[in-house]
């Protein structure tokens, strides 16, 4: 019997909140920076009550991948991360920052 084919995965949304000192710290313009090198969609914003909100489509590899890039340069300004993940819309045409 031949073995079965993997399923490619699926782009997902992932909305992402960072809490922590991270306003005021170049948080928006180094995730920009670093959305740049992944095959990533969305945008970065700062909340009024000082988190900062990751909206993400793309596949999970690479959005993980992308996760893992921020906590390597933003990590020590980061206290806790919450994510949620729904399907992908494909409503966003590159990674901005938003104000």
């Known amino acids: 019997m031949g073995e079965l084919e993997p399923q490619p995965h699926l782009p997902e949304r992932w909305e992402i909140y960072y809490e ?11 995730t920009r920076r670093i959305a740049a090198q992944f095959a990533v969609t969305g945008y970065v914003r700062n909340l009024p ?40 819309t494909g409503e966003f045409q590159g990674f901005e920052i938003r104000f």
């Open 49 to 88: 009550d000082g988190r900062v909100q990751v909206v993400l489509e793309g596949l999970p590899e690479e959005m993980d991948r992308m996760l893992q890039a921020i906590q390597s340069v933003m990590g020590r300004h980061i206290g806790r991360i919450t994510r949620k993940r729904t399907a992908a």
């Open 20 to 30: 922590g000192h991270v306003q005021g710290v170049g948080f928006r313009y180094t």
